[in-house]
């Protein structure tokens, strides 16, 4: 198993990925032919991420755009290559988007933290395994924050498996 993914900041912009992705991906199937390919979608900044509205990272202008543009990138790339996504960025957003949601970046960073690593950890778990991950809790989450993370981890997992069937 192989996964791939744009880095951050150009991740809201599809033109940024082609012809790199395509030649990354025929790359793989050379010399890994039996590897099965993943995308892994990123998230959005959080909110107060310093990046938004700063002329070096054209386009960042709040999360849920920023969500919204790496969203459709990311599906774009998914149905041009036929590869299967992971839809973390989905998930992400889902949960900064509920009445009190748990932090996932670090303070005022584009980085994961615990809960956030522990979010992604339990979509790719779910998506390469295709069960549900144990109720491990690693140290730096709480037993309720992974309860909830591994809810939200299911549900996008499970969306974007109910969008691919339509």
């Given at each position: ?122 979509m790719f778990y779910e ?40």
């Amino acid at each position: 198993m192989v996964t791939i993914q744009q880095v951050s900041h150009l991740s809201p912009r599809y033109e940024t990925y082609q012809p790199y992705a395509g030649t990354l991906i025929n790359y793989i199937h050379q010399y890994a032919p039996q590897a099965e390919i993943l995308i892994q979608e990123t998230w959005a900044y959080p909110e107060d991420c310093p990046r938004y509205g700063d002329p070096h990272y054209a386009g960042l202008k709040n999360p849920q755009t920023m969500h919204q543009n790496v969203q459709a990138a990311y599906r774009q790339l998914s149905a041009d290559s036929g590869l299967r996504l992971i839809p973390v960025g989905d998930a992400f957003q889902s949960e900064l988007s509920s009445s009190h949601p748990i932090r996932l970046h670090n303070k005022a960073d584009i980085h994961a933290n615990f809960n956030g690593e522990y979010l992604g950890a339990a979509m790719f778990y779910e998506m390469i395994f295709h069960e549900r991950p144990n109720a491990f809790v690693p140290p730096g989450v709480t037993k309720e924050n992974a309860a909830r993370l591994r809810k939200a981890a299911h549900d996008a997992v499970a969306k974007a498996a109910n969008a691919c069937s339509k």
